[in-house]
């Protein structure tokens, strides 16, 4: 298995305030990796520092072999912000063909990228005009645009009809097949299934990096949103086992 | 920095302004507009002997002073924008590099600007009969480099606003403290010597005083080009700054 992205030890401080305690996980290449959490887990935080644009107080992020952020990578990473990031007084078509032209790509390409998130009925409409999820996935578009080696996708799918939702997954494995590497994140537990592997996140710590099956493995039952809490309760007494024998709370924490 | 990617950066940035009607009409129109109140207030008062009327002296200083007032509030917005809305983030993680971004900016407003002072400069010297010895050419690069140092300026006070409320509040401590001190209101030589000594340090006061000598010589002065490379040096200082706020990892 070939990795694309290498988190180690992974502490980031906004403020005074810890955020990511020390996370360390490793993405395959050709994946669809899922990272799931609740809201304020620390997610676009992690997403952020995989991307390179996010001060990080200590540990290392490699991407296909590079220091996260290095210049070579700007042309093999797509980025999807969470806030849909598009100009609103252009129309979809212009901002995908915008910012594929940054790559060095023509009109056949912008269109491409914008019938892959079903947008091509919209193409002409300016985007300040269009609902939240096809705001959203004028964005996803302008993020795919650039045939990317890897995709960091922030919650991609927030707000998209279910059947819009199903064919984006679709199109995400298809990627994966073609050997991209992407790495989503969602803080609705029935999109984990849809996922090759897992993330899950919690309080700036990962509680599981694995299969989806292994994880349904480890905590013992089918229903993913169930394994997250049996996971966080798992690792919760732990937790309580390591303040009792340090006796010493903020240290353990 | 690469003249692809300035280039599609300045289209994508005209291409904003194109969508926005009624922004391109009101970069055309007002200052025409404050011009004409300027012809009925001052058109015919009476000018001292031997001197420019003062119609002639004001609209000759304001054809210089509206594009670099007008495009320092829309760049400062238009960045601001760029930088609350994550497009700024999502362009640093692309092959765009700052420069390209910061002169894209200056060439599409720069670009706005000729239009602008094209079209205030036609009324001032048809509609109101403006006079001056130089040539109107001068007039108008003057003012589109005037323009290009709003731009700039705008560009890199945009780094100190949080919110479009904060943003506007820098044109009166950018722009007014340079219109005040430029030479218009009182002249330069009968300030105090520490207002004279700020004055020297604003870069609008090179350009009132370019646009005053082309008012009052036929030919082009050796002062009038050493006022506009003073501004342009301005320009280029005010773009190296505004460079330096983009970054590309935040907290």
Known sequence: ??????????????????????IGCTVPRGSVTGLLGPSGSGKTTLLRAIVGVQIVAGGSVTVLGEPAGARSLRRRLGYLTQAPSVYPDLTVRENTRYFGRLYGLGRADADRAIADVGLADAADQLVGTLSGGQRSRASLACALVGRPEVVILDEPTVGQDPVLRAELWER????????????????????????????????????ADDTVSAVRTAAGTDDLEEAFLRLIRTNELADEDGLARTGDGRAAR | MSL??????????????????????????VPVVLLTLLYYMFGDQPAPPGQPGVFDRIALVMLGVFPFVIMFLVTSIAMLRERTSGTLERLLTTPLGKL??????????????????????GAAYWLFDLSTAGNAGLVVLIAVVNAVLGVALGLF?????????QAVQFMPVVVIPQI???????????MAGWLQAISNALPLSYAVEALQQVGAHAEPTGTMW???AVVSGAVVVALVLAAATLRRRTG
């Open chain 2, 100 to 121: 390209d971004l910061l002169f894209g900016y200056g060439l599409a407003f720069g670009l706005a600007a000729a239009v602008q002072a094209g079209v205030a400069a």
């Open chain 2, 226 to 228: 050493r006022d506009v």
């Open chain 2, 180 to 190: 005040l001190l430029c030479g218009l209101f009182v002249a330069r030589d009968q």
């Open chain 1, 1 to 22: 298995m070939e990795t694309a992205i290498e988190v180690r030890d992974l502490v980031v401080t906004r403020g005074k305030r810890q955020v990511l305690h020390g």
């Open chain 1, 172 to 207: 995400f494995h298809a990627m994966a097949a073609e050997g991209t590497t992407l790495l989503v994140s969602s803080h609705v537990m029935d999109e984990a299934a849809r996922c090759d592997r897992l993330l899950l996140i919690r309080e700036g710590r990962l509680i």
């Open chain 2, 4 to 29: 692809r990617i300035l280039a599609v950066t300045t289209g994508r940035i005209l291409r904003q302004l194109r969508h926005d009607r009624r922004t391109v009409a009101m970069l055309l129109v």
């Open chain 2, 157 to 165: 006070c945009s780094a100190f606003a949080q919110t479009e409320f």
